[in-house]
T-cell receptor, first 114, second 116 residues
Framework: AQSVTQPDIHITVSEGASLELRCNYS??????LFWYVQSPGQGLQLLLK??????LVQGIKGFEAEFKRSQSSFNLRKPSVHWSDAAEYFC????????????FGQGTELSVKP | DAGVIQSPRHEVTEMGQEVTLRCKPI?????LFWYRQTMMRGLELLIY????????DSGMPEDRFSAKMPNASFSTLKIQPSEPRDSAVYFC??????????????FGQGTRLTVV
């Protein structure tokens, strides 16, 4: 069965430090991969997506993610974290021919300390 | 476009009452999804529609839950009777399928349901 694992439930980083959030997926075919961010009390905003092509994808707010097929991973990175990045981050896998259906990971809560 | 619109944003109801959550997808989108978010289970897909037709309702927790999409611009998720364990944030999302390529889903702001 398809699944997404985000191993880190909660991460704290200092403002200005680099960030990497981990995501591993299980899916038999080439996946469509997404990272969403959720601020408290808000909906989900798409940060970036991978459908095909270049395995390093750029997103909004200075985020990037790299698809590594050999490791079944799609880790999210940011070189310098801002206090406003504190939020919950969700990795998700989508499916061919099923519209925008998504399976989400459990999420990683990011705290940023000054 | 105003995006996916959900109403109400917050709903507090008593156990046993009927609850109806509403969603207006982005105009022109042909897929609509209902998700539920809880601390214990995270974000889980309840049901989704394609061109107003339910495609997969395997995520609907039990018969108390039902969803309809009478037309391309409106969907409802109904819980009858409601129970405290139904307390969660319910998200609606819509997408436009590109035919063989990956599709991005756009989410509404969610409805926070509290059943007391």
């Amino acid at each position: 069965a398809q699944s997404v694992t985000q191993p880190d439930i909660h991460i704290t980083v200092s403002e200005g430090a680099s960030l990497e959030l981990r995501c591993n997926y299980s899916y038999g075919a080439t996946p469509y991969l997404f990272w969403y961010v959720q601020s408290p009390g808000q909906g989900l905003q798409l940060l970036l997506k991978y459908f095909s092509g270049d395995t390093l994808v750029q997103g909004i707010k200075g985020f990037e993610a790299e698809f590594k097929r050999s490791q079944s991973s799609f880790n999210l990175r940011k070189p310098s974290v801002h206090w406003s990045d504190a939020a919950e981050y969700f990795c998700a896998v989508g499916f061919y021919n099923q519209g925008g259906k998504l399976i989400f990971g459990q999420g990683t809560e990011l705290s940023v300390k000054p | 476009d105003a995006g996916v619109i959900q109403s109400p944003r917050h709903e507090v109801t008593e156990m046993g009452q009927e609850v109806t959550l509403r969603c207006k997808p982005i105009s022109g989108h042909d897929y609509l999804f209902w998700y539920r978010q809880t601390m214990m289970r995270g974000l889980e897909l309840l049901i989704y529609f394609n061109n107003n037709v339910p495609i997969d309702d395997s995520g609907m927790p039990e018969d108390r839950f039902s969803a309809k999409m009478p037309n391309a611009s409106f969907s409802t998720l109904k819980i009858q009777p409601s129970e405290p364990r139904d307390s969660a944030v319910y998200f609606c999302a819509s997408s436009l399928y590109g035919g063989g390529v990956g599709t991005e889903a756009f989410f509404g702001q969610g409805t926070r349901l509290t059943v007391v």
